[in-house]
């Protein structure tokens, strides 16, 4: 059964179809640019997810016997789509999270690229791969690597598109069947998205989108599926872990950040405040690998803030879709008010707002400045709390080890970034970071970008990785066939056991000295 919204915005078409909705109650979802309702949101139930789960598992043995090529080539009708029709995605993802239409594009384009690299990789990958037998030419092994089912992804609303579909991608050439179960606040793009599988040549059932809250919704997805694929902030990452562990199905957790950026003096400065705007500010700094924490050396202190403030300040906010504005709103009132409350404790504590401050009702209801701070200390929730807004705090360090010892000064090791001219040197430093990726002269877009390595954190970051081989085969479980050929493992030859226990060991001690 399904339910459609029609959403009020201006646009094309963007009637979408939730595929599991089956509840009779909605809930008003408001656009972060004006605070009006925007459309109602159809609300599942527990039930819902049951009946989605056991629809996904008719489909998806079918699915998985489907050959690669043919589910390959679904995904790839589906980046088509998906880049064909960006203008209508972007809409979606303005209206539903106040993000620019720059951030907007970033999701799309990821999602393609995202695409493109599976759909290149999964065969190599996913094929069955002979093994050495425990005892050369009498044990043929084969790897094999099998679907683990139905696969549960969990978002948050950040980046709704680029989540939604960029971890279902892998799930399905992998053979699984979803559920995707979005944040209220953007669960239209997750519906846009099965819009577009069912456009590809998706078996109908084998994705479906379940809405409404995290903890029963989000509860009744990991109680139902074979693997969830979380993201969202550390705290929820830990009732996901220890629901699954409840269950011993596996989950990969992509979680909270407090990244650092070490700005080394012999760093070209004009470049370094280009790519500190980007990657501090870029969706609002709503963006788990964004910048919060800036350690730049007292010797170039004063002159990188000459760079660096001026390019903040001339920032425009984007109010409203389309292309003006470098960074949007808000997500939400709440939001706003724990960004706001970070700044605040910081403002009150003697820190000093040297951009920006504060929140901006005259532009948009939920408008912030892009805001940069200095002498913020131990003793201010934002010196280690996530804030998950566009607010940086620029901290003066006198050599490379007091930055490095700094940045990692932290439970979260998701993202850092070094600026220098010597790449050699930085990326010494860079191996001593206590971090799942580390960006050398970018802020982000260079390891989450490069879809063929993992990105994933460490500590409180998280557990698992998305992107690379490991992005896909964590979608699978490895399956051993061994054939036993000839002789068994039991006393052959009609030796007694003393005399093939011999013949084993010395066997054993043989095969030392072979080459495999
Ligand atoms: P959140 O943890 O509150 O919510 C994320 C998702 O989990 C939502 O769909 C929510 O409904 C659901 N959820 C909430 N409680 C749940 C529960 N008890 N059981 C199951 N599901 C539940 O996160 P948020 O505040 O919406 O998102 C922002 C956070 O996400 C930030 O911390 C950010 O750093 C993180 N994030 C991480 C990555 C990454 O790749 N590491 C990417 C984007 C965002």
Redesign the pocket.
Known sequence: MTATVAAPFPGPSLTSRFCAVLGDETRPVRAPFTGEVLYDLPLSTPDDVVLAVARAREVQSGWAQTPLRERVAVIRRFHDLVLAKRDEAMDILQWETGKARGDALEEVLDVCVVAQYYGRLAGRVLRTRRRRGALPLLVGVEEVRRPVGVVGV??????PLT?AAGDTIPALIAGNGVIV???PQTSLIAAWVADQFLLAGLPDGLFSVVTG???TM??AV?DAVDYVMF????A?GR??AERCARRLIGCSL????KNAMIIRADADLARAAEIAVRACFANTGQL?MAMERIYVHADVHEEFLAHFIPRVLSLRIATAPGWEGDLGCLVSPEHLARVQAHVDDALSAGAIAIAGGRARPDIGPLAFEPTVLEGVDESMILCRD?T?GPVVSVYPVLSDDEAIARANDTAYG?NASILSRDVRAARAMARRLHSGSVNINEGYAATWGSTASPVG?LGD??LGRRHGEGGLLAFTESQTIATQRFLGFGPQLGLDRERWGEVLAAAVGAMKHIRF
Request: with cysteine; net charge negative; proline share 9%.
């Open positions: 969990i978002t948050p609303w950040n980046y989540l179960k979005p944040d809250d995290g903890p989000g509860s990991i993201t969202g902030s550390s929820t009732i996901v992509e979680l909270g950040g788990c996530e998950f998701l954190g970051s998280g």
